[in-house]
T-cell receptor
């Protein structure tokens, strides 16, 4: 049973560019959350997708957008990249009906570097 | 808003030493509390949790007790091993926050043989 997978593993972009990160949830999970983890800091919640809609959003600008597909996989898009967007982007999947948040399983992350 | 504070690292210990990593939180509701561990190159893994006051979470020799009166959830282990070297994150989940996590900044632990 595959866990949460993310691609690519590493990515280098320049300021002003756009980037798309991808996440495949754990088998049987239908909810995907995205987190940003800056170097030396804890992850910060970006948003959560369920039934192909953004269900909840953290304190991130509109440059950060996402999408969820019918197979529950998800994309995170960041426009007009800034140096400060350099971070590890984590995807977590879960079953919403479980209620207990510890059913969120985290992927290994995508390391984004903005030059 | 909700927040989590952890002791700053890095923490360096010798094998078999006693470990304490302090964690305190601020929340408007009655959150669940968690410790996550991140090994190099790997994703976050749930280490233990506690969902209400006075609950004790435990796993792999690690323990933490939910102290509502001091808003704390300190992580302890009686005898650390080299394999425990990792970054440890304290986190909370609050119904008011839609059950997503608020993480602390993390504490890096290095255990020397």
């Amino acid at each position: 049973d595959a866990g949460v997978t993310q691609s690519p593993t590493h990515l280098i972009k320049t300021r002003g560019q756009q980037v798309t990160l991808r996440c495949s949830p754990k088998s049987g999970h239908d909810t995907v959350s995205w987190y940003q983890q800056a170097l030396g800091q804890g992850p910060q919640f970006i948003f959560q997708y369920y039934e192909e809609e953004e269900r909840q959003r953290g304190n991130f600008p509109d440059r950060f957008s996402g999408h969820q597909f019918p197979n529950y996989s998800s994309e995170l898009n960041v426009n007009a990249l800034l140096l400060g967007d350099s971070a590890l982007y984590l995807c977590a999947s879960s079953l919403p009906g479980q209620g207990a948040v510890d059913t969120q399983y985290f992927g290994p992350g995508t390391r984004l570097t903005v030059l | 808003g909700d927040s989590v504070t952890q002791m700053e690292g890095p923490v360096t210990l010798s094998e078999e030493a006693f470990l304490t990593i302090n964690c305190t939180y601020t929340a408007t509701g009655y959150p669940s509390l968690f410790w996550y561990v991140q090994y190099p190159g790997e994703g976050l893994q749930l280490l233990l949790k506690a969902t209400k006051a006075d609950d004790k979470g435990s796993n792999k020799g690690f323990e933490a007790t939910y102290r509502k009166e001091t808003t704390s959830f300190h992580l302890e282990k009686g005898s650390v091993q080299v394999s425990d070297s990792a970054v440890y994150f304290c986190a909370l989940s609050d119904e008011d926050y839609g059950q997503n996590f608020v993480f602390g900044p993390g504490t890096r632990l290095s255990v020397l043989p």
